[in-house]
């Protein structure tokens, strides 16, 4: 039953995903990814952002260490939810069922998983997971072939959906918080700076994005700390 509901209540996600993952193709084709690796990479690794990052990266011939490095920051947040997650679990559960349940831990799988009542049901995780992750993986893979079979200029303008993406993440708080406005402004400006500086612009692009990521965030942090939200009644 729990299964069911779980698969029932993911149908959406998983459209969602098919598409979006298939920009994701296109720029792993562009690193030169083939349709099984992309295919195997999004099974294993539903994150878009790390996924992004990721095969950016390989594109720009980046090491190994700064893949890995910039995949870790890039999906930091998914800390946060699995310590989430992990207060609404029953304390008997296997070890074996949470890393099971971690491995498609995303933020709209998380979203729809939370937001039940009681502690969290395995089957409904595993069941919310099987489509989504069928479709991420499978819309990779498509974007891969097409990377490969269309035209270049086509492949370059099918690259920008993700970007649009990004932007539609992005925008809406940056309306909402003028911090965040000026954090994004300053990302793009210190991001195209960083590309002619004589010390920044003889690194490669991946160690420049690690550097830009910790250090932007960090003083954003620092300069403006969130205000504590306001305590829940005992």
Not at 120 to 134: E, H, Q, R, V, W
Request: aromatic fraction near 10%.
């Amino acid at each position: 039953m729990a299964f069911r509901e779980g698969m029932r209540d993911s149908i959406p996600i998983a459209l969602c995903y098919l598409a979006v993952s298939f920009s994701i193709g296109i720029i792993a084709a562009n690193g030169g990814v083939s349709a099984m690796q992309g295919f195997f990479t999004s099974f294993f690794c539903m994150a878009s952002a790390g996924e992004y990052i990721g095969f950016t990266l390989i594109a720009a011939q980046a090491t190994y260490t700064e893949v890995a490095l910039m995949t870790l920051i890039a999906n930091a947040r998914y800390l946060l939810m699995s310590a989430a997650w992990s207060q609404r679990m029953n304390p008997s559960l296997s070890i074996g069922h949470r890393m099971l349940m971690a491995l498609d831990l995303t933020d709209e799988l998380f979203a729809i998983a939370i937001a039940r009542k009681g502690y969290l049901n395995p089957l409904y995780s595993y069941g919310a997971a099987l489509f989504p992750a069928i479709c991420w993986a499978s819309g990779t893979a498509l974007g891969c072939i097409a990377g490969d079979i269309l035209p270049s200029r086509i492949v370059s303008a099918l690259s920008v959906s993700l970007y649009g993406m990004f932007i539609a993440i992005i925008i809406p708080p940056a309306k909402e918080n003028r911090i965040v406005a000026y954090i994004i402004v300053a990302c793009f400006i210190l991001s195209a700076a960083a590309t002619y500086l004589p010390l920044l612009s003889s690194l490669s692009s991946g160690t420049r994005i690690i550097l830009l990521t910790v250090i932007i965030s960090a003083a954003a942090a620092l300069l403006f700390p969130r205000k504590p939200e306001t305590e829940i009644p005992q």
